[in-house]
């Protein structure tokens, strides 16, 4: 803080109207065009930075070089078979967006989850919330110049990956969650696999942290770097753990919990300053906490059906088909047409790992959503980029734009 | 979520306040949704934003094709001490797609509203900075609108870097 100051003093000596009169071009505002194929951007994000020197004066996202127009093409899909378009949107919680989107889809067909369901739910997600958190660790150490975290997060990562591949057949956008529950049940050896996984991570996270925590150079980069109130985050409309790095304890699994969330014992890591330092401890706290959720749920895991029995909505097991005629003709219309989805809308939100995903749902009556929006998080909290760098440094700069996380898939959708 | 009755009693007191911002109410399914005069939409999202409804979550446009008028933007707003969700929906007509901007209320509606006239073209009124923010600057049409047809928009690869069908 007291170098930016120094700056700061120096600058002031420095005014307008003397460069008016003529006091040469080195002080002049430089703009600048960061992007859009930069590799500390996560994807393909365009800033237009001015410059005063070393010192920010202002940014302004250019977005859209990733849009795909999902939510378009989501339109022409069947409900079932937009599953695997929405999960691509927010390329990092494929599993979040297809909660959002089948939560939505399941308000609107008032479609009961089986308990076992939400809880095969609720394990997924939390793996790939520690699945995420490992990229944004290994990635934001990367930009912050320290080599070493990447190799140890994506060694966390594709623990997780093989465990997704064990449940569902697909390392990412695995398509596992359904309209009613999830595509298929564990399989054998995935109970050992995942309790191998949870008994080695907290030792990780803890080695993680001391590569952060001992070293010097990163906590005099994070401390009172990119700092932003509680308020500008609320009014910007961001959330996740740049909100609650403010201090917020807003959470939507505690909040308004979904998919028997009220049913486990975990806490919300909350920062009070609101800068890079409490951006990385809120999300490093929640790892913990993640892992705790997937403790109790793999503990507590009930027996039953995977998913809903409403035969107007959900496949038939393989089985039937080659007993049941009325099975045969159910797996048809379902293939073919798709379930029919009762006029109305509905606004579900999930917490993902970068804040409020929610998904918005028109039905029209037929086999077809009629509009199907994604408010992505990472759409909201990139206008918070501008507040965070103002007046900061050029180097702080990319340090923020890593440490507010944002997956360019979800922003562009 | 506000229950059926107490999205009638917020009814019933923005009827009280001004008769006529009101041109409906439902509760549909756990989801809870205002419909208003288009003309009247930051009187009463500040209402409703002084009532304890202080975070604006998403904008986002409707296309209701055939039904008149068509277009329609949804503010889904958020009270977080009572952890109510209620959606506030206008309904503008894509002869006069025009409404006020929340950005004076919200600053965060910017990069939504931006992206609701991108895709359907609502012009709202008083925006600091309205551009398309996803398609290309140079676009035209207004894709997420129900009469916009997919994957007609030809390519540009080198093979057909002359023109398209007839004019190759």
Known sequence: MSTVSDYRRHEESVTYSSELSGSGESHELLTINFGPVHPSTHGVLRLYATLEGEIVRDI????????????????????????????????????????????????????????????????????????????????FALDLGAISPIFYCFRQRELLLDLFEMSSGQRMHTRYFQVGGVAEDIPQGFRQKLQQYLDQAPAVFDMLADLFENNEIVLQRLRNVGAISQQTALDLGVTGPLLRATGNPWDLRKAAPYSSYDDFDFKIPVGTVGDNYDRFRVRHAELYESVKIIQQALDG????????????????????????????????????????????????????????????????????????HMRDPSFHNLQALAPMVRDGYLADFIATLAALDPIIGGVDR | MPDAA???????????????????????RGHAELQIDPAKNI???????????????????????????????????????????VSVKARVSTAAPEIDSAVPIWPGANADEREVYDMFGVIFVGHPDLRRILMPEDYEGFPQRRDFPIGGEPVLFTHNEHGYGEDR
């Not at chain 1, 479609?111 to 997924?124: D, F, G, N, S, T």
């Not at chain 1, 029995?309 to 097991?317: A, E, F």
């Not at chain 2, 009638?8 to 549909?28: K, P, S």
């Open chain 2, 6 to 28: 107490g999205l009638d009693l917020i009814a019933e007191q923005l009827t009280a306040v001004d008769d006529a911002c009101l041109t409906g109410h439902g509760f549909d």
């Open chain 2, 43 to 85: 009187q009463v999202l500040q209402w409703l934003q002084q009532r304890g409804f202080t975070f604006l979550a998403s904008v986002h446009g409707v296309d209701y094709y055939p039904h008149e008028p068509r277009l329609g933007v949804v503010y889904e707003l958020l009270d977080m001490q009572t952890v109510d969700r």
């Open chain 1, 301 to 372: 895991l009930p027996d039953g059906p995977y998913i809903a029995d409403d035969r107007k909505v959900v496949l038939p097991p393989r089985h039937e088909l080659a007993t049941s005629m009325e099975a045969l003709i159910h797996h048809f219309k379902l293939v073919t047409e798709g379930f029919r989805v009762p006029e109305g809308e509905s606004y579900y939100p999930v917490e993902s790992p970068r804040g409020e995903l929610g998904c918005f749902v028109r039905a029209d009556g037929s086999a077809k959503p009629a509009r199907v």
């Open chain 1, 60 to 139: 302004q996202p250019v977005i859209g070089y990733l849009h795909t127009g999902i939510e378009k093409t989501a339109e022409d899909k069947s409900y079932w078979k937009a599953i695997p378009v929405v999960e691509r949107m927010d390329y990092l919680s494929y599993y979040f967006n297809a909660m959002a989107y089948c939560g939505a889809v399941e308000q609107l067909l008032e479609l009961e989850v089986p308990k076992r369901a939400q809880y095969l739910r609720v394990i997924h997600l939390e793996l790939d919330r520690l699945m995420s958190h490992m990229i944004w660790i290994g990635t």
